[in-house]
């Protein structure tokens, strides 16, 4: 009787295991609610952190390890003897020649990358509600504003290349303006070098930003994402334009203003 009677019985074992998973990393949900697409993004994101991470901080360790400039800022001088004074390189700005404007014209460029997040925040929150036609106009405003901070860039490497009228005197005797891979107007040569490697990486993410940028308008105003029934593309595209944004905020404060 008692065999019987035990045999009948389930085990809690068994009962255990007919219990619906629920966890939030059980097989088939979505950790966070977020997407597959969302989270590639987020780890893309994250690896490409780690590299601007790993230039910012070999820029802070080369400029640490190089003199600085002694003396009143009035009178300093251009020399490949210290590292030079970002404000003193930097202080052109487009229509005035001859201006000493220090970081003017780096801190419009910084202005001009914080509209454009703001546009792009309107432009996701208007996929939300599925307005295509808000979308549109927000995603060409951010596109306006990317093409204008790449402008923007472009008359700024200009300028560093082609120099100030003063030039330094190098050991040779001859006078050199502006700054190459090779040669550096404004201090050590790794001061150049640096300053094309890392703008031009970040300004190559925001190249890569303003063409998907392009893209999704064409897709929008196609109603390719009407059709879908969602706007997510739209919004993997502002993660990377938000990180490129923040990014940058990261290169002037250690290039601009260290």
């Known amino acids: 009787m008692s065999t019987s009677s035990s045999t009948l019985a389930p085990t809690t074992n068994s009962v255990e295991l007919e219990q619906p998973r629920s966890g939030t990393w059980d097989g088939g949900n979505e950790p966070f609610k977020a997407s597959y697409g969302k989270l590639m993004m987020w780890f893309f994101l994250l690896s490409d952190a780690f590299t601007f991470a790993a230039f910012l901080t070999t820029y802070g360790m080369i400029r640490h390890r190089n003199p600085v400039y002694v003396g009143d800022v009035e009178n300093f001088e251009?020399?490949?003897?210290?590292?030079?004074i970002p404000e003193k390189v930097f202080n052109a700005f487009p229509g005035f020649h001859g201006v000493d404007l220090p970081l003017a014209f780096v801190a419009l460029m910084t202005m001009i990358l914080i509209f454009s997040s703001v546009t792009m925040v309107l432009a996701v929150e208007a996929g939300h509600r599925m307005d295509k036609n808000d979308v549109q106009k927000w995603l060409l405003w951010t596109i306006l504003f990317g093409a204008t901070f790449l402008g923007s860039q472009a008359w700024e490497w200009s300028h560093f290349i082609?120099?100030?009228?003063?030039?330094?005197?190098?050991?040779?005797?001859?006078?050199?303006?502006?700054?190459?891979?090779?040669?550096?107007?404004?201090?050590?040569?790794?001061?150049?070098?640096?300053?094309?490697?890392?703008?031009?990486?970040?300004?190559?993410?925001?190249?890569?930003?303003?063409?998907?940028?392009?893209?999704a308008f064409i897709a929008t105003t196609n109603g390719t994402f009407e059709k879908r029934g969602h706007y997510e593309m739209v919004e993997k595209i502002g993660l990377?334009?938000?990180?490129?944004?923040?990014?940058?905020v990261f290169v002037f404060t250690f290039f601009y203003l260290v």
Do not use: K, R
């Open 162 to 215: 082609s120099g100030h009228e003063e030039g330094t005197l190098m050991s040779d005797g001859t006078m050199f303006h502006g700054a190459n891979l090779t040669m550096n107007q404004y201090g050590p040569v790794l001061f150049g070098d640096l300053f094309f490697f890392i703008t031009g990486f970040h300004g190559t993410h925001v190249f890569s930003g303003v063409c998907l940028l392009v893209w």
């Open 240 to 248: 990377y334009w938000h990180f490129v944004d923040l990014v940058w």
């Open 78 to 84: 251009f020399s490949t003897a210290y590292w030079p």
